[in-house]
Structure formats: structure tokens, C-alpha cells
């Protein structure tokens, strides 16, 4: 007999409409704020093992310096630095700005390019980096898988997956096309703020009904 899995075209609709409720994940609130590719590209770099609150306030002292590529390879990179602290790494990131910033102009004429294949050629952007740059800057189609992703899509048994990577290309099988782009934001804030990743929030959680739970061992 099959696993159970959560309905998800109910579920996608219930997320939608409660998300008005929580606090909008800073990169996509970001990128609402700028349509600038470069912009949702950098903060999207910084925003990797950091809090929301620490990205935006890092990129905002950022942009403040310098706000494309060129202008960028102005700064040394103890600017950059010193810009961006305390965000996760933020010694490799001002390292990896700067070689991206350097890329950009020499191979794309300064432009954030606009295919997945490109743009994980850049220092320090991978699958997640590029999928969220092409979601929110382009509307492209795509899925971008961080830790909320893989986790909440193998506990609602969508996919049966070990790694990030693994659950994007699973997805591709298994969730409808037109929820692509709005996947990721609407399971990073239900992440956030409900599907914890230890001890999620199931007694105020408005999917329990019908969800599986898949490696749920407490909740609440």
C-alpha cells in the first residue's frame, strides 16, 4: 500500500492564504523592494546560513557602497567584509562577491545572467543560489530547494529524498509545474514559523489533518 501523501493542491492553497499572516522571507521581500537581479543575486549570496534579519541589514550597508558589479570591484574586500559582518561566512562571501563581480563583467557584459547553467559558473552560487535568482528575478521556472524545501517536502512524503539537491529533481517529477516559482517562499516561511524543524507546530498547524508527518518523532 502506498505512503500516504499530503494533498497537495489544498495544501499550497491553504499556504496561501495564511502566509499574509508571517513575516515574508527577507530575499523575496527584497526582491518585491528592487526587481534588481544583481541586488536579489548578492543578497540571495549573503543570505546563505544567516538570519533574515542579519541579510538585510548586511545588504542594505552593502548597496550603500556600491550597488552593481563594477562599482563592487571598487571595494577591497576587508570593505565587503566589514559591510556584510556578522553574516555566516562572511569572509568567503566578500571573497566570492568579489570573483562573481569580476565574472559578471568579464563573460556577461555586467547583466546577472538568466539560465541555471550559467549562472552556478559564478564563485559561491549552487542550485539554490540560482533557482531563487531566476524565481524572483526573472520569473522563470524553476524550484529552489533550501533546508525547509527538503525538509517539509519528505515530511509531507512528496519525495523520498537525502539531500537538497536530490528533492529538487524529485520535485520536478512530482509537483505540478504551475507551483514552481511560489514553492519555495511559501514553505521557507511556513518552515520558519510553523513546520520548525525540531518540534514542529502541528497542534496550531492548519495542513495536521492531512499530513503524514513523515520522521516527525515529538510536536507540538
Known amino acids: ?35 534588481d537581479p544583481f541586488k536579489i543575486l548578492i543578497s540571495t549570496v549573503i543570505s546563505a546560513r544567516t ?18 558589479p563594477g562599482k563592487m570591484l571598487l571595494l577591497s574586500r576587508e570593505s565587503i567584509e566589514k559591510a556584510i559582518y556578522p553574516a555566516g561566512f562572511y569572509r568567503t562571501k566578500a571573497k566570492n562577491i568579489l ?30 543560489t540560482a533557482n531563487l535568482v531566476l524565481t524572483l528575478a526573472f520569473r522563470k521556472k524553476g524550484i529552489c530547494v533550501d533546508t525547509h524545501v527538503h525538509r517539509i517536502s519528505n515530511r509531507w512524503g512528496l519525495v523520498k529524498t537525502r539531500t537538497p539537491k536530490e528533492t529538487e529533481f524529485a520535485l520536478y517529477e512530482t509537483l505540478p509545474e504551475k507551483y514552481w516559482i511560489q514553492y519555495n517562499d511559501l514553505l521557507v516561511a511556513f518552515g520558519q514559523n510553523v513546520c520548525n524543524p525540531v518540534s514542529p507546530r502541528c ?3 492548519r495542513l495536521n489533518t492531512g499530513c503524514p508527518k513523515i520522521g516527525v518523532r515529538q510536536h507540538r
Open 99 to 128: 570573483a562573481l563581480c569580476g565574472a559578471l563583467l568579464e563573460k556577461f557584459e555586467g547583466r546577472v545572467p538568466r539560465t541555471l547553467e550559467e549562472l552556478i559558473t559564478l564563485k559561491g552560487v549552487g542550485r539554490k
Open 51 to 68: 538570519k533574515d534579519e542579519t541579510t538585510r541589514q548586511a545588504s542594505e550597508r552593502l548597496f550603500r557602497l556600491a550597488d552593481t
Open 1 to 35: 500500500m502506498p505512503k500516504k501523501k499530503i494533498p497537495v493542491d489544498s495544501a499550497i492553497s491553504i499556504l496561501k492564504c495564511w502566509r499574509k499572516d508571517w513575516v515574508i522571507p527577507i530575499v523575496t521581500k527584497l526582491a518585491e523592494e528592487t526587481r
Open 203 to 205: 497542534s496550531i498547524c
